[in-house]
Structures are given as C-alpha cells and as structure tokens.
C-alpha cells in the first residue's frame, strides 16, 4: 500500500500514469495544458520548434495568450505580435486568445485551467495556476519547445510546504497583510522548489 499523498503529488503521480509519487522522484509527466504568451511564444518557442521542423503534439492543449506586447506603437512590439499571429495561424491553432488581458488571468478565466490539470505555461509567474488546484510549472522557451513537441516533461516532485491559517483579522488587517507576513516569514529562499498548500 502506497504512502498517503498531497494534492500535488496526487496530479503528479496521474500525469506520469503511475500510482504513486514522494518528493525527490524524477518522473516524466504527460502534459494536459501549455500556454504560452507572445513573448515566451512564437517568437522563441515558435522559432525553436519550425527550426527542428516537428509537428505540435496536440494542438487542442495549447492556448497562446498575446499580453506581454498589447498596445503599444513602438515598431519592434507591433512586429512581436504581428508574428504571433501569423504564426498561431500558419499553426492553425484553435485556442488564441489576443489581447484579452493578462495570461495568468485569462486561462482560468476562459476555463482552460481547471483543477487536477498538469500544466506547463512560458512564464515564471505560471505557478499562480495552483490557486486552481492544478499544477502549472513555469518554463522558459527551450524546454517549452521540447513540450510543443512531445507533449511531456520532467520533473522533480517537490516537498509540500503546509501552511495553516487560522482565526480571524484583526480590524486593518487584508489578505495581503497575511501573505506579506508570511512571505516575511518564508523568506526568497524558503520554499525554493516546494509546493505550498494553504489551508486553515
């Protein structure tokens, strides 16, 4: 019988098609969802994978988000996102969703991001995605071309770091005075390659 396991571990564990996952093990995940933006995107990501002249894996999991470049005259941004979408569409892919707001935002919002999912996004900030109850690991453009390409990627299960809060704000106290708390706390170190779970 196996050990018990964290919600993480548990989408871990699915998308590697095993029954079990602890922190420390090196398993190959199938991926249920890229999103990239137009900057992590086409013009990196794109490039990569026309260069190697390989097929997307399943173009129904990927969503391209432009909001990195949206709004601005200067020449060099027009041309980003004139190349987003030329590319989404030389790709024919489905899911593209230009200017609409900030991708971290729109994936959940637009219902491609849902809990239980296995996700990779082109961005640092991807891991907002587990507010959702998914995991979504942030990567940068060469190890997103490798996802575009295969639809897998490898990771190390992280340990869980539990964080229990309890009890009520005192009057003048927000949400955002907690988290700054914590990550006071915490520290820039403290959950360097950890899954937080809130709970409370």
Request: with cysteine.
């Amino acid at each position: 019988m196996s050990a018990p396991m964290t919600l993480s571990e548990k989408i871990i564990a699915r998308a590697a098609g095993l029954e079990s996952v602890a922190p420390g093990d090196i398993v190959t995940c199938t991926v249920d969802l890229a999103m990239m933006h137009d900057s992590s995107g086409p013009r990196r990501a794109g490039k990569m994978l026309d260069e190697l002249g390989v097929p997307i894996w399943d173009k129904d999991k990927v969503v391209v988000i432009t909001d990195h470049y949206t709004n601005d005259p200067d020449p060099a941004s027009v041309a980003i996102q004139q190349h987003a979408h030329q590319w989404v569409e030389e790709k024919n892919l489905p899911h593209f969703l230009p200017e609409q707001g900030i991708c971290h935002v729109v994936l959940p919002e637009k219902g491609y991001l849902k809990p239980g999912m296995f996700c990779v996004g082109g961005d640092s900030h991807s891991t907002t995605g587990g507010a959702f109850g998914a995991i979504m690991v942030g990567i940068g453009a060469t190890e997103l071309t490798g996802v575009l390409a295969t639809g897998e990627i490898w990771v190390r299960v992280p340990e869980t770091l539990a964080i229990d809060v309890t009890g009520e704000l005192s009057p003048g106290v927000a949400a955002k005075d907690v988290i700054l708390k914590l990550c006071g706390d915490i520290g820039v170190m403290g959950a360097n390659y950890m899954v937080v779970e809130y709970g409370g």
